[in-house]
């Protein structure tokens, strides 16, 4: 298979005040240099540097070579930093893999650098756009592999070469778990004043402005922050914090798609609580209700005579997250439940209803009293409804609060052991299996990796079949960006070996359905992506020749078979879409 192929940008200059001695010192001839949503990050990792995963005796793509870590903070913090405004803009840290080959490790001709840093989605395709750099410090030089990645392997210390050419290096991929139009949207939102009708949209903003670069987004648990910051798409747009910055152009990849699950802490199995046995499913209008703060009890989630009256304790995500956005618009921020925006008057709907961002009463972490920013509300029953900030910040928390509900996309190292919390079907529909019943270790068991001696050896195979067809409500497609002018990129091959290592029959690790497999879209509509309303039309697509825009979160699903026929019927290049 051929590798396509991308140029190394140039470096910012906050980037070469940092690493001057190393700039342009070596340029591999090919790289993957990502950063974005950590749904894909351990797939990635295992395209990037396990051997035999595209087919039987083919070596891995970017060598033999790995180093992994998780952020850790301090004066040897790994970041993605935004060069528009470096004295403003907050750099956004991250858990990061890095793979490279023997050329690259000596920095001779051929050599081959890949590497991920783990961030929301949004900051990903921000970090794209404006042409992001990583720092690496040169205090993580001769650190030991933390081997992050479940089945890659224990690595190697981190050499001075590589951390020469990470440092300060530009990042040439993208990765999402929604679309950039979305992405572009969702940051438009953020930063709109609250109940703000957004430009362009029915919508109105949840208040973390100003433009172009916002307040931070807190969590209730920890330090944690959400960064909004806003960026331009659009090639004939100007950069909104800095009009120096020309807007890059990208081409997008699907990768595959993932389900939302909806987990609680099983923990207290009296009756009226989560682990009593009743409380396997929820309804989606029910779950509206409950992530919105509309309902408080536990025993609103299940259809019991006589359950007891306990409070429930749930935790959503930060409106930069592409988890929360592809939670937001396919649950309670949908057309079908949230109604048609342009009649919201002013009135926010969604997670973020009901809250008062300039409210920040709570100074002191885990929050205890009531606060807008961070979110942590308490009612008069007791219940709570909290901000958290991050996928693993979301799972850890649920796993140590009784009786708390929350949501994450599917991974299987994102949910390795937490015996406190189970997942529970929506509207009946299983996730992960066909139903309840084909779950092997019982009804909600979270599906676990074997171990030895504390290391992953081996992972169950999922094909997620009510995802492949559209029955399970809460689903993505995952996609990255690319540059199509760099020449060293290899970014459409990464996709093919992440594909190859998530197949559910010969693959090893299935965190996500490959795109090859689905058998349903979500309709594409019209987006905004640009500061004065302009937007993108919504193409799904599928028919040759034109390219896929607009935004598809809280799309209609509809069956590729049903586009393609639409499309040699009629001549037309979508059916209807189901407007956001």
């Given at each position: 298979?051929?590798?396509?192929?991308?140029?190394?940008?140039?470096?910012?200059?906050?980037?070469?005040?940092?690493?001057?001695?190393?700039?342009?010192?070596?340029?591999?001839?090919?790289?993957?240099?990502?950063?974005?949503?950590?749904?894909?990050?351990?797939?990635?990792?295992?395209?990037?540097?396990?051997?035999?995963?595209?087919?039987?005796?083919?070596?891995?793509?970017?060598?033999?070579?790995?180093?992994?870590?998780?952020?850790?903070?301090?004066?040897?913090?790994?970041?993605?930093?935004?060069?528009?405004?470096?004295?403003?803009?907050?750099?956004?840290?991250?858990?990061?893999?890095?793979?490279?080959?023997?050329?690259?490790?000596?920095?001779?001709?051929?050599?081959?650098?890949?590497?991920?840093?783990?961030?929301?989605?949004?900051?990903?395709?921000?970090?794209?756009?404006?042409?992001?750099?990583?720092?690496?410090?040169?205090?993580?030089?001769?650190?030991?592999?933390?081997?992050?990645?479940?089945?890659?392997?224990?690595?190697?210390?981190?050499?001075?070469?590589?951390?020469?050419?990470?440092?300060?290096?530009?990042?040439?991929?993208?990765?999402?778990?929604?679309?950039?139009?979305?992405?572009?949207?969702?940051?438009?939102?953020?930063?709109?004043?609250?109940?703000?009708?957004?430009?362009?949209?029915?919508?109105?903003?949840?208040?973390?402005?100003?433009?172009?670069?916002?307040t931070s987004i807190q969590s209730s648990q920890s330090s944690a922050t959400a960064n909004p910051v806003d960026f331009a798409i659009v090639p004939s747009d100007t950069d909104p914090v800095n009009s120096s910055f020309p807007v890059r152009t990208y081409i997008d990849a699907s990768v595959g798609a993932s389900p939302i699950l909806v987990f609680a802490n099983q923990s207290n199995t009296g009756n009226g609580h989560f682990g009593d046995g009743h409380y396997t499913n929820v309804n989606r209008f029910?779950?509206?209700?409950?992530?919105?703060?509309?309902?408080?009890?536990?025993?609103?989630?299940?259809?019991?005579?006589?359950?007891?009256?306990?409070?429930?304790?749930?935790?959503?995500?930060?409106?930069?997250?592409?988890?929360?956005?592809?939670?937001?618009?396919?649950?309670?921020?949908?057309?079908?439940?949230?109604?048609?925006?342009?009649?919201?008057?002013?009135?926010?709907?969604?997670?973020?209803?009901?809250?008062?961002?300039?409210?920040?009463?709570?100074?002191?972490?885990?929050?205890?009293?009531?606060?807008?920013?961070?979110?942590?509300?308490?009612?008069?029953?007791?219940?709570?409804?909290?901000?958290?900030?991050?996928?693993?910040?979301?799972?850890?928390?649920?796993?140590?609060?009784?009786?708390?509900?929350?949501?994450?996309?599917?991974?299987?190292?994102?949910?390795?052991?937490?015996?406190?919390?189970?997942?529970?079907?929506?509207?009946?529909?299983?996730?992960?299996?066909?139903?309840?019943?084909?779950?092997?270790?019982?009804?909600?068991?979270?599906?676990?990796?074997?171990?030895?001696?504390?290391?992953?050896?081996?992972?169950?195979?999922?094909?997620?079949?009510?995802?492949?067809?559209?029955?399970?409500?809460?689903?993505?497609?995952?996609?990255?960006?690319?540059?199509?002018?760099?020449?060293?990129?290899?970014?459409?091959?990464?996709?093919?070996?992440?594909?190859?290592?998530?197949?559910?029959?010969?693959?090893?690790?299935?965190?996500?359905?490959?795109?090859?497999?689905?058998?349903?879209?979500?309709?594409?509509?019209?987006?905004?992506?640009?500061?004065?309303?302009?937007?993108?039309?919504?193409?799904?697509?599928?028919?040759?020749?034109?390219?896929?825009?607009?935004?598809?979160?809280?799309?209609?699903?509809?069956?590729?078979?049903?586009?393609?026929?639409?499309?040699?019927?009629?001549?037309?290049?979508?059916?209807?879409?189901?407007?956001?």
């Open positions: 298979m051929k590798k396509s192929q991308l140029v190394v940008g140039a470096m910012s200059i906050a980037a070469t005040l940092a690493c001057a001695s190393n700039l342009m010192a070596y340029t591999p001839a090919e790289t993957f240099y990502a950063a974005g949503s950590s749904a894909q990050f351990n797939t990635f990792a295992l395209a990037a540097g396990a051997p035999n995963i595209y087919s039987a005796g083919v070596p891995a793509l970017c060598g033999t070579h790995h180093w992994s870590k998780k952020n850790p903070g301090g004066s040897t913090s790994i970041t993605l930093n935004d060069p528009r405004n470096p004295g403003s803009i907050v750099p956004e840290g991250g858990n990061i893999w890095i793979v490279w080959n023997d050329a690259a490790a000596s920095q001779t001709s051929g050599g081959v650098i890949c590497y991920y840093l783990s961030v929301d989605s949004i900051v990903g395709v921000r970090g794209y756009q404006a042409k992001g750099t990583i720092s690496l410090p040169a205090g993580l030089v001769g650190v030991a592999d933390s081997n992050i990645v479940p089945l890659l392997g224990a690595g190697e210390a981190l050499p001075a070469n590589i951390q020469s050419v990470v440092n300060g290096s530009v990042l040439n991929v993208g990765v999402t778990d929604i679309r950039p139009e979305d992405a572009k949207f969702a940051t438009m939102r953020a930063l709109t004043a609250y109940g703000t009708q957004i430009t362009g949209r029915g919508f109105t903003g949840v208040g973390y402005g100003p433009f172009p670069i916002g029910v779950l509206a209700n409950v992530v919105t703060g509309n309902l408080r009890h536990i025993r609103d989630l299940a259809d019991v005579a006589g359950e007891a009256d306990a409070p429930i304790h749930v935790f959503i995500r930060e409106p930069l997250s592409g988890t929360y956005n592809t939670m937001d618009f396919t649950v309670p921020n949908s057309r079908e439940i949230g109604g048609d925006p342009s009649f919201a008057n002013g009135v926010v709907i969604g997670q973020e209803a009901n809250i008062t961002p300039s409210n920040t009463g709570c100074t002191v972490k885990p929050c205890t009293v009531e606060s807008g920013n961070p979110l942590y509300h308490i009612f008069s029953n007791g219940a709570t409804r909290a901000r958290v900030v991050g996928t693993g910040e979301m799972i850890s928390t649920v796993s140590a609060t009784s009786d708390a509900i929350g949501y994450a996309f599917w991974g299987y190292s994102a949910f390795q052991g937490k015996p406190n919390i189970k997942y529970m079907t929506v509207d009946g529909v299983d996730p992960l299996y066909s139903g309840p019943a084909s779950n092997p270790n019982g009804v909600g068991f979270i599906p676990q990796c074997a171990t030895s001696g504390g290391v992953v050896t081996s992972c169950p195979l999922l094909n997620f079949p009510n995802v492949v067809n559209g029955t399970y409500p809460i689903w993505s497609k995952l996609r990255l960006l690319y540059d199509p002018s760099d020449a060293t990129n290899i970014a459409t091959t990464m996709v093919s070996y992440a594909q190859a290592a998530a197949n559910p029959i010969t693959g090893i690790v299935t965190d996500f359905v490959p795109a090859p497999l689905l058998q349903v879209f979500r309709s594409h509509f019209a987006q905004v992506v640009t500061d004065s309303g302009a937007g993108y039309g919504g193409n799904n697509g599928f028919k040759s020749g034109v390219p896929e825009t607009g935004g598809d979160m809280g799309g209609a699903v509809y069956t590729v078979q049903s586009e393609l026929d639409y499309i040699n019927d009629t001549g037309g290049l979508q059916q209807t879409d189901q407007k956001q």
